[in-house]
């Protein structure tokens, strides 16, 4: 069983910056395939980031040039780079994994518990 243990969420103003973090546990993370997802109330959970194996990466167009996710494979952790934040970017942001590539797709097995990002104007 794969365990993701999230971290970095909270509250910062519009053009703020955030950092979310999540530790994978039970498998390296350079075995994986990762993924950061989010969702606000009423709203579908959407991709938002992606990054396989050989550190190709993914982004959900909203995102593209502000976010930049990363994996530090020597601390088995998944980095999402929040810059220029917006009000529309708040939401639970959750942390996914699997061995099989699933890009932005909603299909990953193993998933985290979910940090809160809230964006003030």
């Known amino acids: 069983q794969v365990q993701l243990v999230e971290s970095g969420g909270g509250s910062v103003q519009a053009g703020g910056s955030l950092r979310l973090s999540c530790a994978a546990q039970?498998?390296?993370?350079?075995?994986?395939?990762m993924g950061w997802f989010r969702q606000a109330p009423g709203k579908e959970r959407e991709g938002v980031a992606s990054?396989?194996?050989?550190?190709?990466?993914m982004y959900l167009d909203s995102v593209k040039g502000r976010f930049t996710i990363s994996k530090d494979n020597d601390k088995n952790t998944l980095y999402l780079q929040m810059n220029s934040l917006k009000p529309d970017d708040a939401a639970m942001y959750y942390c996914?994994?699997?061995?099989?590539?699933?890009?932005?797709?909603?299909?990953?097995?193993?998933w985290g518990q979910g940090t809160q990002v809230t964006v003030s104007s």
């Open positions: 996914a994994a699997d061995f099989i590539y699933y890009g932005l797709l909603k299909d990953y097995k193993y």
């Open positions: 039970g498998y390296t993370s350079d075995s994986l395939y």
């Open positions: 990054i396989d194996r050989s550190g190709h990466t």
